[in-house]
């Protein structure tokens, strides 16, 4: 069976695809895009993060842009080929369908990858979640690549930000402890006993973990005798991928196996058999050799089901670390911080402190959208010549302020509050105990699992004492019956469900 990874960068070196989804490189310009296509692309949109869930579109369709449409073809772009080449596999025909439903004329997609030359830059200071502008204090000048980066660059290391380095990360009581461990990995030397290993930071988007990763890349390499290597795991498959091709896999191995920091960002998009075998030898090789391993994702280790299962452990064995949600007080930092920095490039930026506390309170989602407000405000004050105002903001943000998100129900919370809510232990419900006063809690639970979480049937079935699909789609079905029939059992459900989102 040919490794996945392997066929969609085999994709990605094919010189035309006769697919309804076709590519091509992107025109330099490209014709306006009309406001009824704007409509259509949003709508679209809507219906896709409907059909695929949240997780799924911020990880495939976030960056996917509009360019235009004409005749029976509507034309988008992606900034990466792996992007590019990953929709076209698996939901080419999802995008076009959603389309058609707007525009039945469109029977084909043209999908390209967006040009790094003509790529919208944000001013400095103003690109990362947390990021902020303060005094320098021991580190160096990051602004261009030290010396010490020859190693990163020469393994083909993803590219790193100068911005995001520690001197600019806003430290709050949701970060407080990524950012203590990560500074505590990039101050080390050569030779030093590891203290955690590997270190696992998962965090939603936009709150601030590529800021860490890269941080620790720039000191370690900057500051210590050590050998760090940055990668996200689109790179990583990428080189590893090449490799194969070129007959080169024992020397990239070798290569790996001689950094003396490994920092792997997004190891959700990790994918392939053969890219995850890979990717567990050097994890234990280096972890085994008393190297550092730095990982980011979306979600813990637990909660990736693409993971193997010995590499879950592994990463479990380490110090796991989650960055929380930017509360009001740090979304508040954070903006003074990226006017302080948007103030040495344009001086007369100026947004009055009621502005302010306005965004604090109405961009909650993540810190890219504390990000694109203040963009706004200032393309508005330096496009315009309008002075920010309260009503200025109110209109620029329409867009940004979301209905406030669910909280991210974990499977284990739903286990602990259905078992006091009966009277029952959590080892109860995992256990193969059949009396009445137990599988009844243990079939709510289960319904709980597959209707406030993404998890599939098998994996919620291995998290009730490694039970079996069936069995869980019975307790879904079973439950779903009874809740429109049992008056009593409702209620009891929804109480559960407001309990799961305030607890």
Same mark, same amino acid.
């Given at each position: 069976?040919?490794?996945?990874?392997?066929?969609?960068?085999?994709?990605?070196?094919?010189?035309?695809?006769?697919?309804?989804?076709?590519?091509?490189?992107?025109?330099?310009?490209?014709?306006?895009?009309?406001?009824?296509?704007?409509?259509?692309?949003?709508?679209? #949109?809507?219906?896709?993060?409907?059909?695929?869930?949240?997780?799924?579109?911020?990880?495939?369709?976030?960056?996917?842009?509009?360019?235009?449409?004409? /005749?029976?073809?509507?034309?988008?772009?992606?900034?990466? #080929?792996? *992007? #590019?080449?990953?929709?076209?596999?698996?939901?080419?025909?999802?995008?076009?369908?959603?389309?058609?439903?707007?525009?039945?004329?469109?029977?084909?997609?043209?999908?390209?990858?967006?040009?790094?030359?003509?790529?919208?830059?944000?001013?400095?200071?103003?690109?990362?979640?947390?990021?902020?502008?303060?005094?320098?204090?021991?580190?160096?000048?990051? &602004?261009?690549?030290?010396?010490? *980066?020859?190693?990163?660059?020469?393994?083909?290391?993803?590219?790193?930000?100068?911005?995001? =380095?520690?001197?600019?990360?806003?430290?709050?009581?949701? =970060?407080?402890?990524?950012?203590?461990?990560?500074?505590?990995?990039?101050?080390?030397?050569?030779?030093?006993?590891?203290?955690?290993?590997?270190?696992?930071?998962?965090?939603g988007v936009g709150l601030g973990k590529t800021h860490l990763l890269q941080a620790i890349t720039w000191t370690g390499n900057a500051l210590s005798d050590r050998k760090v290597l940055y990668l996200t795991a689109e790179r990583f498959i990428y080189?590893?991928?090449?490799?194969?091709?070129?007959?080169?896999?024992?020397? *990239?191995?070798?290569?790996?196996?001689?950094?003396?920091?490994?920092?792997?960002?997004?190891?959700?998009?990790?994918?392939?058999?053969?890219?995850?075998a890979e990717f567990s030898h050097t994890l234990n090789s280096l972890i085994d050799a008393g190297r550092q391993v730095v990982i980011a994702a979306d979600h813990p280790p637990t909660e990736i089901e693409t993971l193997d299962e010995r590499v &879950?452990?592994?990463?479990? /064995?380490?110090?796991?670390?989650?960055?929380?949600? *930017?509360?009001?007080?740090? &979304?508040?930092?954070? @903006?003074?911080?990226?006017?302080?920095?948007?103030?040495?490039?344009?001086?007369?930026?100026?947004?009055?402190?009621?502005?302010?506390?306005?965004?604090?309170?109405?961009?909650? %989602?993540?810190?890219?959208?504390?990000?694109?407000?203040?963009?706004?405000?200032?393309?508005?004050?330096?496009?315009?010549?309008?002075?920010?105002?309260?009503?200025?903001?109110?209109?620029?943000?329409?867009?940004?302020?979301?209905?406030?998100?669910?909280?991210?129900?974990?499977?284990?919370?739903?286990?602990?509050?259905?078992? &006091?809510?009966?009277?029952?232990?959590?080892?109860? @419900?995992?256990?193969?105990?059949?009396?009445?006063?137990?599988?009844?809690?243990?079939?709510?639970?289960?319904?709980?699992?597959?209707?406030?979480?993404?998890?599939?049937?098998?994996?919620?079935?291995?998290?009730?004492?490694?039970?079996?699909?069936?069995?869980?789609? %019975?307790?879904?079905?079973?439950?779903?019956?009874?809740?429109?029939?049992?008056?009593?059992?409702?209620?009891?459900?929804?109480?559960?469900?407001?309990?799961?989102?305030?607890?």
């Amino acid at each position: 069976m040919i490794d996945p990874s392997l066929a969609y960068h085999r994709d990605i070196a094919a010189s035309a695809v006769s697919l309804p989804m076709q590519a091509r490189a992107r025109p330099l310009t490209n014709p306006p895009i009309s406001s009824l296509d704007q409509e259509r692309w949003k709508r679209v #949109k809507e219906r896709l993060r409907a059909e695929v869930g949240e997780d799924i579109f911020s990880s495939w369709f976030a960056r996917m842009e509009l360019e235009g449409a004409g /005749g029976d073809t509507v034309r988008f772009s992606v900034p990466t #080929k792996f *992007l #590019k080449s990953w929709i076209q596999s698996h939901y080419a025909e999802r995008v076009l369908a959603c389309w058609q439903a707007e525009d039945t004329i469109i029977c084909k997609i043209d999908l390209s990858v967006r040009s790094a030359v003509i790529r919208q830059v944000a001013p400095a200071g103003l690109s990362e979640p947390a990021c902020a502008q303060r005094p320098a204090s021991e580190l160096p000048d990051l &602004r261009s690549p030290a010396p010490a *980066l020859a190693a990163h660059d020469a393994l083909g290391g993803s590219p790193l930000d100068p911005r995001l =380095n520690f001197d600019t990360f806003v430290i709050g009581r949701s =970060n407080t402890l990524a950012h203590a461990a990560a500074r505590q990995v990039a101050t080390g030397h050569r030779g030093d006993p590891v203290m955690f290993n590997p270190l696992y930071i998962h965090a939603g988007v936009g709150l601030g973990k590529t800021h860490l990763l890269q941080a620790i890349t720039w000191t370690g390499n900057a500051l210590s005798d050590r050998k760090v290597l940055y990668l996200t795991a689109e790179r990583f498959i990428y080189i590893f991928v090449s490799a194969l091709r070129s007959h080169n896999a024992l020397a *990239l191995k070798d290569s790996l196996r001689g950094i003396d920091v490994l920092v792997i960002d997004d190891l959700q998009f990790l994918q392939g058999k053969q890219t995850h075998a890979e990717f567990s030898h050097t994890l234990n090789s280096l972890i085994d050799a008393g190297r550092q391993v730095v990982i980011a994702a979306d979600h813990p280790p637990t909660e990736i089901e693409t993971l193997d299962e010995r590499v &879950r452990s592994r990463l479990a /064995g380490g110090l796991v670390v989650e960055m929380g949600s *930017l509360g009001e007080e740090l &979304r508040h930092e954070i @903006l003074n911080a990226r006017v302080s920095a948007a103030r040495q490039h344009h001086p007369d930026f100026d947004v009055p402190p009621t502005v302010l506390s306005y965004i604090a309170k109405s961009a909650t %989602h993540n810190g890219r959208d504390l990000e694109g407000a203040l963009n706004r405000l200032l393309a508005c004050s330096k496009l315009t010549g309008q002075p920010i105002t309260m009503e200025l903001a109110e209109r620029e943000m329409r867009d940004l302020i979301r209905p406030g998100d669910q909280k991210r129900v974990k499977i284990e919370d739903i286990q602990r509050i259905v078992a &006091r809510h009966y009277n029952v232990s959590r080892g109860d @419900l995992l256990s193969a105990r059949r009396t009445a006063n137990v599988v009844r809690p243990r079939q709510v639970a289960m319904y709980l699992a597959k209707t406030m979480t993404l998890r599939s049937l098998p994996e919620i079935g291995r998290r009730f004492g490694g039970r079996d699909h069936t069995t869980v789609l %019975h307790a879904v079905r079973k439950i779903e019956h009874l809740v429109g029939s049992d008056q009593t059992l409702a209620e009891e459900v929804e109480s559960l469900k407001r309990q799961l989102q305030q607890d």
